[in-house]
């Protein structure tokens, strides 16, 4: 039985275009996955993820699910899918990073992390064995192992030991995760013609900034062999030329015949210059925590809704997107919402931004496909490039 199945469709230097097939969903690949850290997309309904943007998968975020409602409530309710009534692809991160991330409230051993829950305090523990199996219990169809995420700016020994430990956790990790399939215990496995298969497991490459470091752990992983490699520990500080030139050293080291995800980035000019070095599926909160904070993402660069200039401004966000958004809104009604405190003002912008995000993706695809790729990077930081400097110039 297959977790997934991948097949590289076109190819311009390192940037590639592919399709993924999982047991919901046939993905395109370079492919942007919209966050749902709680089992939602933050002010967007599934119904227009679904049927207007056309969003393949989504990624869920087992650290938070873990804590509320919980595994064994989700595992009741027949998982994730059937809980949230998404119906296409999920992906569900490990839980790792969000662990790392609470320094202070977390206890760190060779067997897993203990740590107070964000919430309440109350003591929790997780390992690459709970990992999976709360994984399991979500019904993903990319699990991703349990690993930890050092410092983007840690020394050398620090991140060697980390990786060491990312290494022996992720062997752990594939371990339960074959039990836990050979035990039927996926809420996500169906028995349903073009519904079946098992879910797939993912590698994570960590290393810090350390190239040296980054091929060591890469080694190690596909040594250990996964379903596909992600790039973890970048975007957490470290300067972008560092996040680039990591990329750039890792992603074509990567087995060919898998794919490969870079977690956690980025700006849209973070997803093009990833692509151009091989990178084939990403995350990011952006699109909808900026869409919160009043800030759009259009063809021009990025704009602040709170601007005064807006006020009159009967245009929409962006001429060049086909949301229904920009179809039907104008900047100056979007920030009045805005202003007035009108939640739909941080829905409205949380759409479109996705709605670039997801359909920048597509101009990707085709632009591989065409062979004209480079040409269109170029000209795609360019224009951003110059809307900085004349926002800057403004300002």
């Avoid at 969003?55 to 509320?68: E, S, V």
């Avoid at 897993?112 to 979500?138: C, T, W, Y």
């Avoid at 700006?267 to 952006?286: H, K, N, Q, S, W």
Wanted: hydrophobic fraction near 35%; charged fraction near 25%.
């Amino acid at each position: 039985m297959i977790n997934v199945e991948w097949t590289v469709t076109a190819q311009e230097g390192n940037a590639r275009t592919g399709i993924l097939r999982t047991r919901r969903s046939t993905i395109e690949t370079p492919v942007f996955m919209p966050v749902g850290t709680q089992g939602t997309v933050k002010g967007v309904r599934f119904e227009w993820l679904e049927d207007e943007l056309d969003a393949r998968i989504i990624l869920g975020n087992t650290y938070h699910l873990f804590l509320r409602p919980g595994a064994e409530i989700i595992r009741s309710i027949g998982g994730l899918h059937k809980f949230s009534t998404w119906n296409r692809s999920l992906l569900t991160d490990s839980g790792g990073f969000q662990v790392f991330s609470l320094t202070d409230l977390r206890k760190l051993s060779e067997e897993g992390v203990e740590f107070r829950s964000h919430i309440n305090g109350d003591k929790k523990f997780l390992s690459p064995e709970v990992s999976m199996e709360v994984q399991a219990a979500l019904g993903s169809e990319v699990v991703m192992v349990f690993d930890e995420c050092a410092p983007g700016k840690a020394d050398f020994e620090t991140t060697r030991k980390s990786l060491e430990l990312t290494a022996r956790w992720a062997q752990r990790s594939k371990k339960r995760f074959d039990e836990l399939q050979n035990q039927g215990l996926d809420t996500g496995f169906l028995e349903a013609e073009n519904l079946s298969g098992r879910q797939a497991l993912f590698g994570i490459v960590q290393g810090a900034s350390h190239l040296e470091l980054r091929r060591e752990s890469l080694e190690k992983t596909i040594e250990i062999g996964f379903d596909g490699y992600a790039i973890g520990g970048l975007s957490v500080g470290e300067e972008k030329s560092v996040m680039y030139d990591v990329i750039e050293n890792i992603a074509p080291q990567m087995p060919e015949n898998s794919p490969r995800y870079l977690m956690g980035v980025g700006t849209p000019e973070d997803l093009i210059e990833a692509v151009y070095r091989g990178i084939d599926m990403f995350d990011c909160v952006l699109p909808t925590r900026n869409g919160r904070t009043g800030s759009a993402f259009v063809s021009s660069g990025k704009l602040n809704i709170r601007n005064a200039k807006f006020a009159k401004d009967t245009e929409p966000l962006d001429f060049d997107c086909p949301c229904s958004v920009c179809k039907r809104y104008s900047k100056a009604y979007i920030r009045h919402l805005y202003q007035t405190g009108e939640m739909l003002a941080a829905i409205l912008i949380s759409h479109h931004n996705l709605a670039f995000f997801l359909d920048t993706m597509r101009k990707v695809r085709e632009a591989i496909r065409l062979g004209s790729f480079g040409n269109f990077r170029r000209d795609f930081i360019n224009k951003i490039s110059e809307s900085e400097k004349q926002t800057k110039f403004e300002n």
